[in-house]
């Protein structure tokens, strides 16, 4: 027969809540890696974080693009070799975590990299500035013609070139040829000189930019306005740079119809001068450019600025790139080899275009423009121009080609690294916090419900169990890392969870002061103080919930644990707080006044039951 309402068989419930105790600490010396231990954030264990945030031009970016995103930079960190991180979304954020000393190279592991082969239709020296005026032609900022596409590469893609290209004064452009296994000798590059910097004046980039009245142009000074503005919404640079640095017109070709489109010089010079090659903002395009476009951008280096065609090979056509050193020269190079598609297209491009300049650009900014030697048929060399790539740069340059490219261009919105002794300094200052916590509920409940205030502290050690064995499973199956504000949640959870006991025994004590006895109390108050309970968590829980899906970073630690430890509170309160103050009202030892601390109600209730005796038989009279 079942128990009256509010009555309970506390061996049962017990018995239970050491079951689901024995089952979690099973699974936690069963699996993963056997260890009595959560997983620590890098705020703990010392390491490096860091938040990448999607651009686009056209609205949020989709879910498919940011889990590719993701995939891909976790491959780039699992290829550099770093042991125990993880990369997350959160939102339209990419978070990556290194733990330990290994996580600088985590900084550069969000580069797009998307790279594209593009012939090169002409250049200029960085810090020559072509200008116009009203009275003048406007100087050439471009020496040379692009010729029209050449029939003998088909499958190409790109206009021919067959340009004669002007380089910067003394710094020739570097020569393009196969791997050690099918390497030809390296003329020396002939260059021209451009302009005399003495006859054009110089001027900066924004009186460059043609007036208004030509809607081409106009696309520029609307760029350089935008670029300028810090307010400026991402997506309208965007959008302005594509008009400007990518108009069809920049170069002999087809527009997006498939009209056949002349090069316009004019507009040429006024991209040009768009372009600081040493400005320390990021490039809206990089991640945004369109391949069958021109573009115009500069050099990694800042010292040249190009004029370049349409894409005619993508860089998802490649196979493997490796870092080696320069067989024939100072410093390293990246070594490429191509898929089956890409190796021919590349083929048939290089020999249609011997002694022309094919740019290798990298996030919009050309890595190399070396000239064709000849024809290449297998591995292909990037060099890193004059002296060639340092050992860390091909190396990492190597290792964004290998993984491949990210579909969405990323800027980091938070880079944080601690030292691992800062972490173990923050995890004893955290631990501390929470038993000065734990140690001041615990006097205050033995000071104020005596009995009571025990079964409250087991209670919390046995939640504190519970809890602790969630945290380490949960490390292990959804990646969970417990931080500094992780555990603020968990030393405020204990608050909470005490404020549920708290409830129950002072519904327990209006019980008495009625008139009725601890252990005819115990179901009565169990059934008042349970809804108020429920409520509470609820409302708590719904706070949590809502802090965790609308913050980001570390603030969604903290609701993590919150909620988590909302949950298992109840767990503890009617699994083992009710229970043991069940079997405490049927126990004289415990239930004794003076030692259960409600001594002092049942007088005060007998007190007041008696002053109103005489006021009832009064009335009666």
Not at 17 to 28: D, G, N, Q, R, S
Not at 251 to 267: E, F, H, I, M, S
Not at 419 to 441: H, M
Request: hydrophobic share 45%; charged share 15%; net charge neutral.
């Amino acid at each position: 027969m079942a128990p009256p309402v509010g009555q309970i068989r506390p061996g049962r419930y017990l018995a239970f809540f050491l079951a689901i105790v024995v089952v979690l600490y099973l699974l936690v010396f069963l699996t993963g890696d056997h260890k009595l231990s959560p997983k620590l954030g890098i705020d703990l264990q010392g390491g490096t974080r860091v938040a990448l945030t999607a651009r686009t031009d056209n609205g949020p970016p989709s879910k498919e693009s940011l889990s590719l995103a993701r995939e891909i930079i976790e491959r780039r960190v699992n290829g550099t070799g770093v042991s125990g991180a993880e990369v997350v979304l959160d939102g339209s954020t990419v978070v990556i975590t290194v733990p330990g000393e290994d996580g600088e190279k985590a900084k550069d592991l969000g580069q797009t990299a998307q790279l594209r082969f593009r012939p090169v239709v002409g250049s200029v020296a960085a810090q020559q500035q072509p200008t116009t005026t009203n009275t003048e032609p406007p100087l050439p900022s471009v020496t040379g013609s692009a010729a029209p596409t050449s029939p003998a590469a088909p499958t190409s893609g790109a206009p021919a070139a067959g340009t004669t290209t002007a380089k910067p004064q003394g710094r020739p452009a570097p020569a393009l040829a196969a791997a050690p296994a099918t390497t030809t000798t390296k003329p020396a590059a002939t260059t021209t000189t451009p302009p005399a910097a003495t006859t054009t004046p110089a001027a900066p980039a924004t009186s460059a930019a043609p007036a208004a009245a030509d809607p081409a142009l106009a696309a520029c000074t609307d760029y350089l306005t935008l670029l300028a503005d810090p307010k400026a919404e991402v997506a309208k640079q965007i959008t302005a740079a594509k008009k400007c640095r990518q108009d069809p017109k920049l170069a002999d070709g087809k527009d997006a119809q498939g009209n056949a489109v002349t090069a316009d010089q004019t507009l040429q010079q006024a991209a040009l001068a768009s372009l600081d090659c040493n400005s320390t903002k990021a490039d809206p395009l990089v991640g945004n450019d369109d391949p069958k476009l021109p573009l115009v951008t500069c050099d990694q280096k800042g010292a040249e600025k190009f004029v370049l065609g349409p894409s005619f090979l993508e860089g998802t056509e490649i196979n493997d790139a490796n870092a080696q050193m320069d067989p024939q020269g100072v410093g390293y190079v990246v070594s490429l080899s191509f898929k089956s598609t890409g190796s021919k297209i590349w083929s048939d491009y290089t020999a249609a275009h011997v002694q022309d300049r094919a740019a290798f650009v990298l996030d919009t900014e050309v890595v190399s423009a070396p000239t064709i030697q000849g024809a290449i048929n297998g591995d292909t060399q990037i060099t890193g121009g004059q002296g060639g790539f340092k050992s860390a740069e091909a190396t990492e340059l190597a290792q964004v080609l290998k993984y491949g490219s990210l579909p969405l261009s990323f800027e980091s919105s938070e880079a944080e690294t601690v030292s691992a002794t800062l972490g173990l300094a923050s995890l004893d200052a955290g631990l501390i916090a929470g038993a000065i916590g734990l140690v001041l509920v615990f006097l205050y409940c033995l000071v104020y419900y005596r009995i009571l205030g025990l079964l409250t502290i087991l209670s919390l050690v046995l939640s504190g169990v519970q809890v602790f064995a969630v945290l380490v499973l949960l490390g292990r199956w959804v990646g969970y890392s417990l931080d500094l504000p992780g555990i603020a949640g968990l030393i405020v959870a204990v608050g909470f969870t005490a404020d549920s006991f708290v409830i129950f025994f002072e519904r327990l004590k209006d019980e008495i002061r009625e008139g009725r006895t601890f252990r005819s109390a115990v179901p009565r108050a169990w059934v008042r103080g349970r809804r108020t309970i429920l409520s509470a968590d609820a409302v708590l829980f719904l706070a949590a919930a809502v802090l965790y899906a609308l913050a980001v970073g570390q603030v969604r630690g903290f609701a993590f644990t919150l909620g988590v430890s909302t949950i298992l509170d109840l767990v503890v309160v009617f699994l083992v707080t009710h229970p043991l103050v069940a079997m405490a009202s049927k126990s004289k030892l415990l239930s004794n006044p003076k030692l259960s601390g409600l001594g002092s109600v049942q007088r005060s209730g007998a007190a007041q039951r008696a002053a109103r005796v005489p006021v009832s038989a009064a009335k009666e009279v």
